[in-house]
C-alpha cells in the first residue's frame, strides 16, 4: 500500500516492544510520528480511510500482543509535550508526562498533584480518566484538543468524552494532541511536599523498580457514574486476589507482585501471551474463589504471534 507523505518519521514494520512499559509485544504495520499537528492532519487526512489507526502514548498501560498490529500506530513526540500556565489553568501537550505535569503546575502554584504518582502522558490521562489519591482527570478538565480520522482540528468538551471510571468515549482513530485542566492555587513548597509524600507512599506499597503496566485489574464495582472512586466501597482488586490465592503466581516470565498483587510484571523473559495468559488465570481463579469478574485496566491490543 501506498502511504501519504509525511514530513516526520514513518516506519514499516516498526517493533513496538521498546515503546511499552512491559517490553513486549510484535510490529506495527506502520509507526507514524508525525513532525507537528499539521503534519498529523495531513497524514490522516490522506490515507485511506479503511486502514485502522492506533494512537499511543508511552505505552505506560499497554499489552501489545507478540503478532503486533494491524494497523499504523500514531505515537506523538517532542513537538507534543509542552505545557503553558495561566492562572490556575494548565495546557498540556498530550505527550507530556502527567508527574512533569504535576511538576510544572505545583512550581506554578497550581494543585495538580494527583497526577505526579499516575504514570503515562497526559494524552492516555485525559482518555482513561486517570484518577489517583481521590481525584480524576474529569474533575479538573476543561477541554482538549483533538485530530479526528479525517483530519480535522476539533475541540472536545467534558460532555463529549462522557467521562466515567477509566473510560471516556474518544470515537476510534482521534488522536489527542493537547489538553487543559484547572487546580486550585497552593503554596508551591506545600504542594512539591505532598508529591514527595504520595511518591514515598507509593515507592512503599508499589513494585516501581519492576517492569509493571500499572493496576492490571480495575476495583471491582462500587464507582459512580461520574467516574468517582466510591470511597464507602472497600473492595480492592489486590485483596480478591489474594484471597484466590494468586498473589506471586507466575506464567513463564510473567508474575503477579509480591509486594502488590493487582501489578503484573514482566520478570525478565516474558512475553505478551505469558502475561496475558497469567492475566486470564487470575480472572479465573477470582471468579471461582468470590464470584467477582474482574476487569482488564490493562489495554490489549494486537494479534497473538502466529502459530509455528
Given at each position: 500500500?501506498t ?15 521498546d515503546?511499552?512499559w ?14 507537528d ?7 490522516l ?80 490521562a ?26 480535522e ?36 513548597d ?63 516470565g ?55
Amino acid at each position: 500500500m501506498t502511504m501519504p507523505t509525511v514530513r516526520g518519521t514513518l516506519t514499516p514494520q516498526r517493533p513496538l516492544n521498546d515503546l511499552t512499559w512491559l517490553r513486549v509485544g510484535g510490529p506495527a504495520d506502520w509507526l507514524f510520528q508525525p513532525a507537528d499537528v499539521e503534519d498529523l492532519q495531513d497524514f490522516l487526512r490522506a490515507l485511506d480511510p479503511s486502514v485502522p489507526v492506533f494512537p499511543m502514548g508511552v505505552g505506560s498501560n499497554l499489552i501489545v500482543r507478540d503478532g503486533g498490529i494491524r494497523a499504523v500506530v500514531i505515537r506523538l513526540g517532542r513537538n507534543f509535550n509542552g505545557i503553558d500556565i495561566d492562572g490556575t489553568r494548565v495546557t498540556a501537550g498530550a505527550a507530556l508526562l502527567d508527574s512533569m505535569v504535576a511538576r510544572k503546575a505545583a512550581a506554578a502554584g497550581v494543585d495538580l498533584t494527583f497526577l505526579r504518582t499516575i504514570p503515562g502522558a497526559i494524552g492516555g490521562a485525559v482518555r482513561m480518566n486517570a484518577g489517583c489519591y481521590g481525584a480524576y482527570v474529569a474533575d479538573h478538565f476543561v477541554s482538549a484538543q483533538a485530530v479526528t480520522r479525517g483530519g480535522e482540528l476539533v475541540t472536545l468538551t467534558a460532555n463529549d468524552l462522557n467521562f466515567r471510571y477509566r473510560q471516556t468515549d474518544l470515537p476510534e482513530g482521534w488522536i489527542l494532541i493537547s489538553a487543559t485542566l484547572k487546580g486550585a492555587p497552593g503554596d508551591p513548597d506545600a504542594l512539591a511536599a505532598r508529591m514527595d509524600d504520595q511518591l514515598a507512599k507509593r515507592d512503599a506499597t508499589q513494585p516501581t523498580k519492576d517492569r509493571s503496566a500499572g493496576s492490571t485489574f480495575r476495583n471491582p464495582a462500587g464507582f459512580s457514574s461520574t467516574g468517582r472512586d466510591d470511597d464507602t466501597h472497600e473492595l480492592k482488586a489486590w485483596k480478591v486476589i489474594d484471597d484466590a490465592g494468586m498473589r506471586g503466581a507466575r506464567i513463564g516470565g510473567a508474575q503477579m507482585s509480591e509486594k502488590h498483587s493487582n501489578f503484573l510484571i514482566n520478570t525478565g523473559d516474558a512475553t505478551a501471551q505469558d502475561l496475558e495468559q497469567l492475566g486470564e488465570e487470575v480472572r479465573k481463579r477470582v471468579f471461582q474463589n468470590s464470584g467477582i469478574t474482574l476487569e482488564w485496566e490493562i489495554m490489549r491490543v494486537g494479534e497473538p504471534a502466529p502459530e509455528a
